[in-house]
């Protein structure tokens, strides 16, 4: 009878620790599902926001480099245009360069032209009375040297006064292409007498080199009535106008 009842006693007990074992284990299933599902949503909805901020992430990168490719496509035609600025500014200070060595070249030019025409001018200056001296029969050397002593006297006779005559002249010389007469010779020395305080000499000298005319030396005071002498004048006056 007791052990009847003790058996009945630990099947209650039994089936009563089986009833609470089940409750506990469901209560704690259903806690542990729900805690599941909570995590579960978390984890979703952290995954969703890692996805947006993912998204945004990836927006803002493609707008990064579309900004870099928009700012590089800008600096290369900053670049493009202040090279091909560059350019036109080395071209044109070449060609300005170019422009002042051409003109510098063109002066230079002109100036040796100038400088041979002047050598060649002066040459030719040199040359003419020569060449004149040799082109002419001595008869018309003559009649010109005749025509230049009478124009050089007559001149002289007139001008004499004027002149700055060394106060201490002693000697005059008289240089001509031929020799003059004495007539000439007289003249000159008469008028050489009004000037002088003493009496100088005065030197007649035959000089071919003259072609034709006369050049009279007071001291230092040289009178030119040579052919030569005409001619450069002449020149100068032509090489004025």
């Known amino acids: 009878m007791i052990i009847g009842a003790l058996v009945l006693f630990f099947i209650l007990m039994f089936f009563l620790f089986a009833f ?3 409750k506990v284990i469901n209560k704690n299933i259903s806690s542990a599902v729900s805690h599941l599902d909570k995590i579960n949503q978390d984890y979703l909805k952290k995954q969703e926001e890692a996805e947006k901020k993912l998204e ?3 927006r803002i990168y493609q707008e990064k480099v579309s900004q870099a490719k928009e700012e590089a496509l800008s600096l290369r035609e900053d670049i493009l245009k202040q090279t091909e600025k560059e350019k036109e500014e080395i071209i044109k200070k070449a060609k300005e360069e170019a422009k002042e060595i051409i003109s510098q070249a063109e002066k230079t030019r002109r ?3 100038t400088e041979i025409e002047q050598r060649i001018s002066k040459e030719a200056v040199k040359k003419a009375p020569q060449l004149l001296g040799e082109a002419l029969s001595e008869d ?3 009649i010109i040297h005749n ?3 009478k124009e050089f006297i007559e ?3 007139k001008k004499i006064g004027s002149l700055d005559i060394p106060q201490d002249l002693s000697e005059v010389k008289v240089r001509s ?3 003059l007469t004495s007539e000439e010779k007289d003249s000159l020395s008469r008028i050489f007498q009004k000037i002088s305080s003493q009496e100088a000499e005065v030197v007649f000298e035959k000089d071919p080199k003259l072609i034709a005319g006369v050049i009279v030396a007071l001291g230092s005071l040289v009178i030119d ?3 030569q002498f005409k001619i450069r004048e002449r020149i100068k006056e032509l090489e004025g106008e």
């Open 20 to 22: 609470i074992f089940r």
């Open 155 to 157: 001149g002289l006779s």
């Open 140 to 142: 018309i050397r003559k």
């Open 225 to 227: 009535g040579s052919l």
């Open 111 to 113: 100036m040796l032209i």
């Open 56 to 58: 945004e992430a990836e």
């Open 177 to 179: 292409s031929f020799e």
């Open 147 to 149: 025509n230049l002593v």
